[in-house]
């Protein structure tokens, strides 16, 4: 098949080829820019010749090696899981702690998490082997409502919610929630919950931004994460996204690019 734009290299079928720095970011080893890049300082190789051309399309069939290693063409998956406390959002822990992959022992791909929860952070957290679809999801401008569930010590008043949502400067960071809100209130212990909405997820942020209007986070759980919820799930359990879920995602990520 003639194809006006693209260089094809080896011998796929056009229908079932991709851009170079497509494959190379779905593999999860860098985002599509990242992948331009290496491309086009001659770090990549395709069926054992340097391409630079950021066009060129390949097929199943076609060794891609990046710096000299090659590249898992695996099919991309998607996975969500509870997270219980007292775990590490990553695939491994110098330490010996438990990681977040440890609970998705049978998946054979190299997924990874999609941003991080803090270790005493528990709720959902999506994992993948699409390094682009991770990048479209944590980027900032993308607008994806993280909904957590916090038990401070003390109760916010009307007004420090307001200043959570109009923004507050913490260690010199801009840090903003979408939405803030008393769930319920416990007088006696002086605890309260409060619902909070967040499009960013800087390190820690409603730990931090709690903290600086002198409310101590006691527990934190993100409850829902874009249209995805933990409905039915209990700590450590994980499931498979389903295809329409996967598309939902993505059209939420695209729909909100500034
Ligand atoms: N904000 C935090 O403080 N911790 C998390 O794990 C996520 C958001």
Known sequence: MKCKYNKKV????MAD??????VIAHAGIASRRKAEKLIL?????????VVTELGTKVGKNDDVEVEGVPIDKEEPVYYLLYKPRGVISSVSDDKGRKVVTDFLPDVQERIFPIGRLDYDTSGLILLTNDGEFANQ???PSHEVDKVYIAKTKGIPSKEQLK???????????YLKAVHAKINSTDTKKNTAIVQ?????????????MFESLGFPVDKLKRERYGSLDLKGMNAG?????????????RALAEKNVE
Do not use: A
Request: charged content about 35%; overall charge positive; aromatic content about 4%.
């Open 10 to 13: 080896g011998d796929g079928r």
């Open 17 to 22: 080829m991709e851009r170079l720095q497509k």
């Open 41 to 49: 300082d001659g770090k990549v190789t395709v069926n054992g010749k």
């Open 163 to 173: 200043q959570l949502k109009k923004g507050m400067t913490v260690d010199g960071e």
């Open 137 to 139: 999801l944590m980027h």
């Open 237 to 249: 359990d994980f499931r498979p996204l389903k295809p329409y879920e996967v598309k939902q995602l």
């Open 196 to 208: 909070i909405i967040l499009h960013e997820g800087k390190n820690r942020q409603v730990r931090r």
